[in-house]
């Protein structure tokens, strides 16, 4: 009889996807283990929930809809945060912090002396974006692009602090985001279409040590990378894009049925460009395949962390960085695509956030 029924269903739920084209059928949550809210973090110049410009067009979705809406009517209860634009990771991960626990967000005492900034910013007082969160109460944590470095630095803020900030702050002043501890706050995070490793989008380094600009020129990336703890009490996943194609001559071009035209002429310089950095790494031909931002190879994993292939029939592990297979598709396909639009990202978002809930 179940057999009989699950045609009918399946039929159903068929035409109700072209009649209702948000139609969502919910997720059988029978094989699930957990169910902890989702924390989604934009990239460089990105938006979140609590900026006015993400009601018009959602970072999340894009032209296809706001992903996390969809998300949520699955079961999944998911948070856009808002973080600066431009900022460097750190800054980035204090706004995090202080979003999340309804705080005023606070950058560190040695941090903004040396940076020669405000110590203390934005009040989140009275408006969190998650109610509760503690060890019981965890959180999964996804960043696209530079967010994906602002979750590893905002992860091992948790787990381990800071000792610059600890040595510098008095005990009663200092912000318990600077003093740990707190690693099994953390359930997972999964790094989207993330310049682990940097990018040779950027030639150079900027001068500005407080920017994003900074934190993904390749040299910079591989020195914070030493900063940044992998906890063992944490599950990491990364989902690197690729949207070009490889030439005769071992070169990669863009691939215009897939990849935006803003992004097509910086994917066409990534995927011939191969130079040795001033500190001395070398940027070779694993390194000319791209997303059009991003180096395929540097959305693969950090530098400075254990990480292997995922495979789907070996047990996922804590501590280990677990690579996705590469996506097709553009720098923006992960948030939606903006015009070559990408109607499989929802099913690639449920697909993955029931393979963390049933760990």
């Not at 490793?197 to 950027?202: F, H, K, L, P, V």
């Not at 390749?218 to 070009?244: K, R, W």
């Not at 190879?297 to 400075?304: E, H, Q, T």
């Amino acid at each position: 009889m179940a057999r009989l029924l699950s045609f009918p269903l399946a039929l159903i739920t068929f035409l109700l996807s072209f009649i209702f084209p948000n139609f969502s059928p919910k997720v059988d949550q029978t094989d699930w283990n957990t169910n902890y809210s989702y924390v989604f973090v934009h990239g460089l110049m990105g938006w979140g929930s609590y900026d006015i410009q993400y009601d018009l067009m959602p970072y999340w979705g894009m032209f296809n809809g706001e992903l996390l809406s969809k998300l949520d009517d699955k079961g999944y209860n998911c948070y856009a945060a808002s973080v600066a634009p431009t900022s460097s990771a750190w800054d980035r991960a204090c706004e995090l912090y202080a979003q999340l626990t309804g705080t005023v967000v606070d950058y560190g005492k040695a941090h903004s002396e040396a940076c020669g900034h405000d110590r203390y910013g934005t009040d989140y007082t009275g408006r969190a974006l998650i109610k509760k969160w503690d060890s019981e109460n965890k959180i999964n944590l996804l960043g696209h692009s530079f967010g994906g470095a602002t979750i590893r630095v905002f992860a091992s803020m948790m787990a381990i602090g800071s000792a610059e900030e600890i040595a510098a702050t008095d005990e009663n002043d200092i912000s318990p985001f600077f003093t740990g501890g707190k690693a099994d706050w953390i359930y997972s995070l999964t790094a989207l279409a993330a310049p682990h490793n940097g990018t040779s989008a950027y030639s150079e380094s900027s001068s500005d040590i407080d920017s994003a600009a900074y934190d993904m020129f390749i040299d910079n990336a591989y020195v914070l990378n030493e900063t940044i703890h992998t906890s063992e009490l944490t599950y990491y996943f990364s989902i690197p894009c690729s949207a070009t194609v490889k030439n005769a001559d071992g070169t990669y071009s863009a691939d215009t049925h897939l990849m935006e035209s803003m992004f097509q002429s910086s994917a066409n310089e990534m995927g011939k460009n191969m130079w040795t950095t001033p500190a001395g790494h070398v940027i070779d031909e694993t390194w000319l395949e791209n997303d059009g931002l991003v180096n395929t190879i540097s959305a693969k994993a950090p530098s400075s962390a254990p990480s292997k292939e995922f495979n789907e029939n070996e047990a996922v592990v804590p501590g280990v960085w677990h690579i996705m297979p590469t996506y097709n598709g553009d720098h923006m396909s992960l948030q939606g695509g903006l015009l070559k639009t990408n109607t499989d990202v929802e099913r690639l978002y449920t697909e993955h956030l029931e393979m963390i809930n049933c760990l």
